[in-house]
Structure formats: structure tokens, C-alpha cells
């Protein structure tokens, strides 16, 4: 019979995927047959007419098999999903559809990692929470929660308490994102205090900033651009940003992957110091891997071609967008995006696996 991992979370966005990937591949490269489902999905896509959660391609990829809906993603909470529900709840066999992926699974593979969705809570509408679903599987939990101590413990607690309330076991808690320079401490206080309740930390994550970088096709969509250059370049990641009036490109250590946030009428000057900053500083490719014009709905009569090196943005296929937010607006909707792994950063999955692979004890995990 296949040993069973549930990957729940405190919260959306706390490292869940990234785990999940991370153990599932660790497993796998030490021998181990494993298999992946996502009981409850929510955001999704269709292939071949049906409706399978965005993670599940993501590790279709990874992990080498190819996606079943009703195997590796058999509930999904589509638009209208959860009021039919509440209306007519014996319409839907979500729990059967779930064993059912289970049972299939289970005939194939030594290990199946289960991904959670959301808080240990998500999914309660329909009878099937992180904690419910993890009772019907009969698997063990894998709680991820963001580094801290008081506020991460109290998160853990809140999420913890449905687990126990249903009897479900809980392996550990790995926590993640933690400052390197906190690890140590974080990692004696909570494993102090979460010994109380008799549950162990299996290990921390650090906080790594490439799994941090989005790419400009994700700040388009947050800051509602339109791409007026080499569009099709979107899939550039972006390290860090070079804001208007804010620009000392001095203070950059690395110079590279670069996006500048800048009003239309000081563009050209600010595209020329970078364009001799990295001159100065030897580096023979653009450090700019897109341009932000903000303000743009108050051009007036500006023109691109004249207020733009084309000759440089063409020679480096530097993808420019426009955006009617002022800078400061610009600079705060980016700083606020929440970055997930996914088909289009095949960098961020492999340091995922780095850093489970390198930060959770594979005794643990068995």
C-alpha cells in the first residue's frame, strides 16, 4: 500500500507548492515511485474539454506522468461550484471522485503526495477542508507555515486545531522563508513550543530571492499594461527594479535582469545611463529585461520613437509596457505581487528541489 503525504498551509502563498514539489522530487530521485494529486483545486485550466487545477501541469512536467483530470485533479471549485452545492449537495460525488484517485494512485506508485489548497479551512463549503480531505485519504500531514515565531506559531495552532479535531496525523511542520540570519533561533523556539502539543519541526526553509523573482508578463498583468515592444519577450524574469527619480544604479550589485519604472519625458536619459553604467561596468548584454512607461494615459502628444533608444531596445529585444499608474503606484503594485512556481520558471523548480533536498533530513520525510 502507498504511504501518503498531505501538503497543507497556514495560508495561500506560504510555500505549499513549493514543498510539495520539492519532497515529491527528492522522493522520486532516491528510487521511490510517487504519484500526485490535487484533491480540491481552484484555479484552473481545461485540457482535452476538461478542468484540471494549474499546478497539476507543473508537476506533470516534473515528475513525469501524464495528467488525468479526474485522477490528479478530481474536485474543482469552478465559478458557481459552491452555490450549486449549498443547493443541492447530493448533485455531486466529490468525496467518491476522490477515493477514487486515491485507490488508481495507489495501484502505481510507492508514495503519493497530496497538495492542499489554501488555509487548513479552504474547502469546508463543501464538506471537504485541507483537514477532511486529509481524514478521507488516510494520509499524513506536512503543515508549511511562513518564518516567525509568535505569529507563526499562533497561525499554526489556528490550523492545527482541525486536524485535531478530526484525528488526522500530523507528521511536522516545515517552516519557510526564514532569514538566514533567524534560522537557528527560529528553528530552537518553535520546535520548543510546538513540542508541547507533540509536534515536531521537520526542518526551515531559508528565504530565497530567486524564488521571489517574477517575470514581466506577471507585472503587466498587475499593473494592467499593455506591451508596446516585444511583447513577445514576456517570460523574462525580473531580479529587481529601477524606479524614475529613485534610480542610483551605483547601489546595484549585480546589474542584470533589471526592469526600469520611468515617465514618458524622462525615458531617454534614464535608458542612456544605464546603456553607460554598463559600459563602465563591462557588461557587454542589457541589464534591462523590460521597460515600464508609467503615466502613460497622460502623454499628451509623446511619441515612443522619439523618447526611446529603438536602436538599443531592438538590439537586446527589451520588452516595454505602458501603465497608467504614476511610478509610486507602479513600484508599490509589483512589490505587493505574489510569485508562484510554475511551467514558465523551470529555474524556481529546480531551486525548489534544491532547497528541500538540502534543508529537510529524507528520514524525516519517510
Known sequence: MAKKLFIAATGQHK??????????AVLRAHGYKVGYCKPVGQNHITIDGEMVDKDVVLFEDTLGFKTKPSIHSPVILASGVTTRYTHNPEEFSFEEDIRKAAAYLEEQNEYIV??????????????LSNAKVAQLLGAEVILVAEGGIGRTYDRLNLNLGLFRELGVPVKGVIINKVHRDKMDRVVENLSRALAKIDIPVLG???FDKVLSFPLIKTIKKSIKGTAL???NQLNKQVEDILAGSLLE?????????????????????????????????GIKDSPLNGVIITGFNKRGDWELEDNLDMDYINAHKIPVLATDF???????????????INTLTPWKVRRAIDLIEHNIPLDKLL
Open 15 to 24: 510555500g505549499k507548492t513549493t514543498c510539495t514539489l520539492g519532497i515529491s
Open 114 to 127: 497530496f497538495e492542499g489548497s489554501g488555509h487548513v479551512g479552504v474547502g469546508s463549503i463543501i464538506g
Open 204 to 206: 526551515a526553509l531559508p
Open 229 to 231: 515592444l516585444h511583447a
Open 249 to 281: 544604479i551605483d547601489e546595484f550589485t549585480y546589474f542584470q535582469n533589471l526592469v526600469l519604472i520611468v515617465d514618458p519625458y524622462n525615458l531617454q536619459s534614464k535608458i542612456e545611463k544605464v546603456r553607460k553604467t554598463a559600459e563602465e561596468k
Open 326 to 340: 504614476d511610478t509610486y503606484d507602479t513600484v508599490v503594485r509589483i512589490a505587493k505581487i505574489e510569485v508562484k
